[in-house]
């Protein structure tokens, strides 16, 4: 990569970031990749079912599935053959009566070891290959969520969450940024069924980005027709999620699960089934079919677009596309293993993650006493 072609990766990276305080499409989009593999095998269908503590990150109401014992979620998963690589841990703690959850997670997605050419060529026109370094472009966010329940009788189950999250992003030593959210989210069950809405950036999150170049980092910016920002900030706008499941019991041991959620989004029209101005949705579908509440067997599909045939070399026709995902789950003991296989471009020539999880309820060992 030559010193034009740094540039030009750094103007990309910090695209999203010139604006002044403007809504951004697709800002903060690593928030929306999603949290453990259950959820990731199903399609991301989770609002309204979740129950563990990766629901910090879909919907904090269902934090209050968590119930007697802490519990810490842990997930790594790399897209692009290792170039991206996300992680994600929780651990959520109820509170003395059961009927209210604490919980921390985190989450970071980030580009590694990116060479920075920018001094490739030196002004004489040599080529000086010890100018090389690398840098890192790093996306952090910290969610400390509550949930409490507010409804409990025999036949209905209604509790209630929130997530105050704090947002860092840092791109090598040029640029970084810190921002503040706030998610909201209820959970309705009944005997078979359940409803749940989530708000997401509910107050508008927003990014506050500053920039630091040297003197003569400005200078090749500048030779290289790439503006150089001072400040800016990036505004992402609310997002609304309905959700709704249906547990099929189909005999003592064997039960199907099923949920559909759909995305709207308020920012202008996307590329999804439901494309509008200002509003636009987006579903997603997951199953999951549980044996003895020990294995677990799941599908799911989300972010349908229509996009560019592969096969018209005219560019003019367009066709669904849809990524499709599988998993599966163990629990042993006081451990779950969960493992989901994703699809990220489903054309001809289709892009697959392979997604671990573990769930660990850390349940304390009783003390024996001696006679």
Known sequence: MNLKGTAILLGIILIPVFSFAQFRKYSNEFLNIGAGARGLAMGSAQVATVKDGTAGY??????????????????????????GKYDFGSIAIP?????????????RFAVDDIPNTLFLVQPDGSIDYGSITSFSSADYAALFSYAQTVVKTYDK?????????????QVGHFASAWGFGIDAGIQIHGPNWHLALVARDLTTTFNAWTFKFTEKEKQVLYLTQNDIPVRSTELTSPRLVFGGGYNFKISKTFSLLAEANLDFTFDGKRNTVISSNPISV??????????????????????????????????????????????????????VIDYA????????????THVFSLKFILVKKEKTTSK
């Open 282 to 335: 987006d579903p997603h579908m997951g199953l999951e079919a549980s044996i003895k509440d020990v294995f677990f067997i799941r599908a799911g599909v989300t972010n349908f677009q229509k996009a560019l045939s592969d096969g018209d070399t005219l560019n003019q026709k367009k066709v669904w596309i849809y990524q499709p995902s599988l998993g599966a789950g163990v629990k042993i003991k006081n451990v």
């Open 58 to 83: 879909w919907n904090p109401a269902g934090l209050v599935g968590v119930k007697d014992h802490p519990e810490v979620n842990l997930q790594h998963a790399e897209y692009f053959a290792g170039i």
């Open 157 to 169: 189950l209604v509790s209630f969450g929130v997530n105050a999250k704090v947002i860092h992003r």
């Open 341 to 352: 296989y994703a699809n990220l471009a489903n054309q001809s020539n289709p892009l697959y």
């Open 95 to 107: 509170l003395q009566d059961s009927s209210r959850v604490i919980a921390l997670s985190v989450l």
